[in-house]
């Protein structure tokens, strides 16, 4: 309710001072205009240069990446086993930490 209450005392201060100086609103509005076309611009230059550059392949825009290679039968194989190694690991680890803690809730 308080919340409420300062919103529309601010509201009413605000036309209040909008009436009053209104020459000076208008100087500010004049001022400030221009800034958020500058910055609007600016930003929706960015977003659609992104968006041409995802959308059209330029061999010059890409200098030195290279194409995704197949993984080889073994590389994969390779692969997995790390992948369980790790899980394994995770897994001791969780256990180590369930442990501890349940050791020090006692």
Request: charged residues 30%; without cysteine; hydrophobic residues 45%.
């Given at each position: ?78 692969y997995k ?26």
């Open positions: 309710m308080k919340v409420f209450v300062g919103g529309l005392v601010a509201v009413f201060l605000g036309i209040i001072g909008i009436f009053t100086f209104f020459g000076d609103f208008l100087h500010l509005l004049a001022g400030a205009v221009p800034l958020m076309l500058l910055v609007g611009g600016a930003m929706a230059a960015y977003l659609g240069y992104d968006e041409v550059k995802d959308q059209v392949k330029l061999p010059f825009l890409k200098k030195g990446e290279q194409p995704a290679q197949e993984a080889s039968d073994e590389d994969v194989s390779k086993e790390e992948l369980e190694k790790y899980k394994a690991e995770v897994e001791k680890l969780k256990a180590e930490l369930e442990k501890k803690s349940s050791s020090e809730e006692q």
